[in-house]
């Protein structure tokens, strides 16, 4: 069965970094579009960024633009998201998903059949 697993949160002070990492099994990973979305308390899940299964095509929000960068190493079967120049705004469980079909709307979260089980990213002010 598909399995995809997060790594890398923690907690980091605001202006920090952190790299997260999803590692995926059970699928075609060279096949699948991935995406990082997040979810803060109280807060509806949100997008964060997606990478085509080349890597050619990417989508940030707009809040994250200039300071995170989402990667994938097909070889290992993972992708990344690192993120630089942190907030407190940014504090959230980050998850990631995979999608195998093309879609015209990459970041809703309705259209990525396979998540991870999060893992949290606090930045204290």
């Known amino acids: 069965q598909v399995q995809l697993v997060e790594s890398g949160g923690g907690l980091v002070q605001a202006g920090g970094s952190l790299r997260l990492s999803c590692a995926a099994s059970?699928?075609?990973?060279?096949?699948?579009?991935m995406g990082w979305f997040r979810q803060a308390p109280g807060k509806e899940r949100e997008f964060v960024a997606a990478?085509?299964?080349?890597?050619?095509?990417?989508v940030y929000i707009d809040s994250v633009k200039g300071r995170f960068t989402i990667s994938r190493d097909n070889a290992k079967n993972t992708v990344y998201l690192q993120m630089n120049s942190l907030k407190p705004e940014d504090t959230a469980v980050y998850y990631c998903?995979?999608?195998?079909?093309?879609?015209?709307?990459?970041?809703?979260?309705?259209?990525?059949?396979?998540w991870g089980q999060g893992t949290q990213v606090t930045v204290s002010s």
């Open positions: 998903a995979a999608d195998l079909l093309p879609r015209v709307d990459v970041t809703a979260g309705r259209n990525y059949p396979y």
């Open positions: 059970g699928l075609t990973f060279s096949s699948y579009r």
């Open positions: 990478i085509s299964w080349s890597g050619g095509n990417i």
